[in-house]
């Protein structure tokens, strides 16, 4: 835009609010955001929220581009694989790739929002107000209605644009929806299974009671138990379970014993780690897994959707936050365009985005299945290895899917996902019809996947799953 004085209304100061204020700031636009809770760093607000999150390639490279890596680098703990806890309570370290500089990070999810709200604030042209809930947007004015929870009042806010980056249950978004001036598509998506947050607090003397530097991951098929650390010596613990199915779920975990008696079977050296098990389990809510989908994301010139408020997903490929930071990467590289009206940077945007967060929002899903159940399959073990071996010693030749999705920053998450499940069919089904062998010559084995690789990717070519 030619006209830096343009007013620009952010709706939620979370994530990608935040680092989007800060973006637009050190762009020069003035920028007013309205977040409807407390300001956490003041308030602890984090109950039933995830407190730690994935960041990994995606994440850092929106870092990077705000210039403050070096100020997140602290917050994180690297994670270098999945460690696989089975019944008994052994234990196998799974690497997340096989290049040594490649791993992923726990981080706090309080932190790291404090970090951009602070970074954003240093700007004159950039105000954040809290307490403020956002009723509705009109659309023709430009115009957002918020409530002042301090007052109890209501009042109006206008802008040039306003972006909502108001999460999974946006205000904006439910204006869309509300507006009958043009068509909007809205699919929102439950998975049987919902989630509750547990934790593994620190030994006496304040250390980590298991192994610090990876995901930990009970996967019992059903259901599973994860666990990632935080910087105080504690793990934030994860329970995703089905609501109504199986002999265990959440709808008859209603006493202690029973609490008890399903973490001794399933979870035993976990259990061991958590004398807290019970009072967290009563006390944390059990919150549902969802999908959101939506077109469009945007309203003439004048509104946006962006992150969780565009495309939420569930939380298995550790993307939903490096997803919401890569929207902001994107939206930048559209602004350096030079289009001359939002309604064309609007427009852009979507089109070069959309593609992308609907395939992460399928990934997502398939790892939900891959990390309760296919873990601990041999077939999947055995790809797996040959994929970490592929990695090690032809580095710049193979990445798995996984490493496609998280690792390379550079290409958009649609690409990662279609090469990357025709590489996964390639090398299952080489296996299972013995064309490939895990103890022949890497080179050939290589040589092999990519070249049926290459035909399935044709075969989808010509079936128009890829344009």
Known sequence: M???????????????GSLLALRLGQRGYNVS???????LRKVDISAGRSINLAFSDRGIKAMKMVGIQDKVEPLCIPMNGRMLHDLEGNTTLAPYSGRDHEYINSISRGGLNALLLDEAEKHENV??????????????????????????????????VIIGTDGAGSALRKSYYLEKKFLFSFSQDWLSH????????????????????ALHIWGREAFMLIALPNLDGSFTVTLFLSFDEGEYNFNNLTTKERVLEFFEKYFKDAL?????????????????????????????????????????????????????????VEFDKVLDEGHTDWETIFK????????????????????FYEMKGHVNHTNFREKRNLEMAFE???????SSKYSLVTFN???????????????????????ADGTLKIDDDLRSNLEKVKTETENILQDDRIAGLKS
């Not at 030619?2 to 990608?16: F, S």
């Not at 958009?412 to 299952?428: E, F």
Request: aromatic share 10%.
């Open 33 to 39: 955001v309205y977040e409807m809770r407390p300001d």
């Open 127 to 160: 105000t954040i107000h809290f307490n403020k809930k956002c009723k509705a947007v009109d659309f023709e004015k430009t115009t957002a209605t918020f409530k002042d929870y301090d007052t109890n009042k209501e009042f109006v806010e206008d802008a040039d």
């Open 272 to 328: 061991e780690l958590m004398p807290n098990l019970v009072d967290d389990f009563f006390e944390n809510p059990t919150a549902p897994l969802g999908t959101v989908k939506c077109s469009p994301w945007h309203f003439k010139g004048n509104t946006l959707l962006m992150g969780d408020a565009a495309h939420a997903i569930v939380p298995f490929y550790g993307q939903g936050m490096n997803a919401s930071f890569e929207d902001v």
């Open 409 to 431: 920053e550079d290409i958009g998450y649609r690409d990662a996902m279609v090469r990357g499940r025709a590489q996964d069919k390639a090398i299952l089904n080489m296996l």
């Open 2 to 16: 030619k006209d830096k004085q343009q007013n620009v209304l952010i709706i939620g100061a979370g994530l990608c």
């Open 392 to 398: 090690k010693t032809f580095p710049n030749e193979y």
């Open 194 to 213: 919902g989630y509750k947050e547990l934790s593994i607090l620190p030994d006496e003397s304040g250390g980590f009671k298991t192994y610090k530097n």
């Open 348 to 367: 852009v945007y979507e089109k070069n985005r959309k593609k992308d967060t609907d395939a992460i929002a399928d990934l997502a899903i398939d790892n």
